[in-house]
């Protein structure tokens, strides 16, 4: 009993310590609580006097305004050219439909689609053997009147016989000859040809059917005389005329190359308003008829224009405008605009080409704000 009796001063102590201590937390969470709404009452009424002080002073209002961090550009002064750019395709003037020239059935089709084949080279070949034997039986005549034709000669030479017999046999001999030699034609009709150095782009005949002449065989493309035509929209009549230059890609090849407007055409297409322009195009080996391509025509071009960049211009109500940096602030300068390419447009009214841009943050910024360069 008496153990207990020595701890009783002690726990009691300890209660006395923790009720204490816990009572100066909560003053101290009040003290927070009330300092925390002060401060709120004096930030709103900060801020009140000075959106008021602002509506008197503007000088003030720029002044207290946050400085935003942006980047900058540069409005350039020199050189812009605009071109229109449009897809073309290569195409070729030797682009021919080969017919039958004679009657007869197919014997053989060596022709492809999309072979590439030679001048002369053999694409089919017809049954001729009717013309053929008409050829023998004419060689058998033609020998015949040959040699009544030379007897008769010597006989009129010696002043044998009339001369209608001599006149005869010569005509009999000289029409056989030509007859001859027009079935002689006939029989190499018979033998289908590429008229030039090109590709079969279509073959329309199959092996035994039978043909007339006239009869569509195959559609054949030139590896020569190549151009590029290409649809322009209408709005462009006028501003391009033959001999414009042209900057031509192909992507498929990676190749670029520089030529000239060759033609203009004068009648526009009802169904998507477009005219048709024909770019010249020398022999090149990598090149090939139907191959896609990128005109860059030039339509434009200034010695002395102002140009930005074309993704700063915003617009409004008023007009299109964007932001320069002016001792630190922002100012807003309304701009007439010309032509755009890339992202580079020209700027004919607003900037003397001087001038500092706001290039990051543009869209953040506002006029009279005060912004920050940043050095990176």
């Not at 039986?137 to 033609?142: A, D, P, S, V």
Request: aromatic share 6%.
């Amino acid at each position: 009993m008496k153990l207990v009796f020595k701890f009783l001063p002690i726990l009691a102590l300890s209660i006395v310590a923790s009720s204490c201590a816990k009572e100066g937390v909560e003053a101290k969470k009040a003290e927070l609580e009330a300092m925390k709404k002060q401060l709120s009452e004096l930030s709103s009424q900060i801020k009140n006097l000075e959106a008021e002080i602002a509506k008197e002073d503007p000088e003030f209002a720029a002044a207290n305004k946050k400085s935003l961090l942006i980047t900058t550009a540069s409005a350039k002064k020199g050189e812009f050219t605009h071109y229109v750019e449009v897809t073309g395709s290569v195409l070729s003037k030797k682009n021919v439909s080969i017919s039958a020239e004679t009657a007869g059935r197919i014997l053989d089709v060596p022709a492809i689609e999309g072979m590439r084949v030679s001048k002369g080279q053999v694409l089919a070949t017809i049954d001729a053997e009717v013309i053929q034997r008409n050829i023998e039986e004419m060689e058998n005549n033609l020998s015949l009147a040959i040699t009544v034709f030379e007897k008769q000669e010597r006989l009129w030479k010696q002043k044998i016989g009339t001369e209608i017999q001599y006149l005869e046999a010569k005509n009999r001999k000289e029409g056989l000859e030509k007859s001859l030699a027009s079935m002689k034609t006939q029989l190499s009709k018979a033998v289908v040809r590429a008229p030039f150095n090109g590709t079969v782009e279509t073959v329309r005949v199959r092996l035994g059917e039978l043909v007339q002449p006239g009869t569509p065989m195959f559609q054949f493309v030139g590896e020569s005389d190549l151009f590029i035509e290409a649809d322009i929209s209408e709005s462009y009549i006028g501003v391009l005329s033959k001999g414009d230059s042209v900057e031509v890609s192909f992507p498929s090849i990676n190749k670029t190359m520089k030529t000239k407007v060759s033609a203009i055409g004068s009648i526009i297409n009802p169904n998507n308003r477009t005219f048709k322009v024909e770019v010249f195009l020398p022999n090149l080996p990598e090149v090939k008829p139907n191959m896609i391509s990128v005109l860059k025509i030039q339509d434009y071009k200034n010695k002395e224009s102002v140009t930005v960049p074309a993704h700063l211009i915003l617009a409004d109500n008023r007009g299109d405008y964007l932001f320069t940096v002016e001792n630190g602030v922002a100012k807003k300068k309304y701009v007439k605009r010309g032509y755009t390419f890339g992202d580079e447009t020209e700027i004919l009214e607003g900037l003397n080409g001087t001038e500092t841009l706001v290039d990051k943050g543009f869209r953040e910024v506002g006029d009279n704000f005060s912004v920050n360069i940043s050095q990176l």
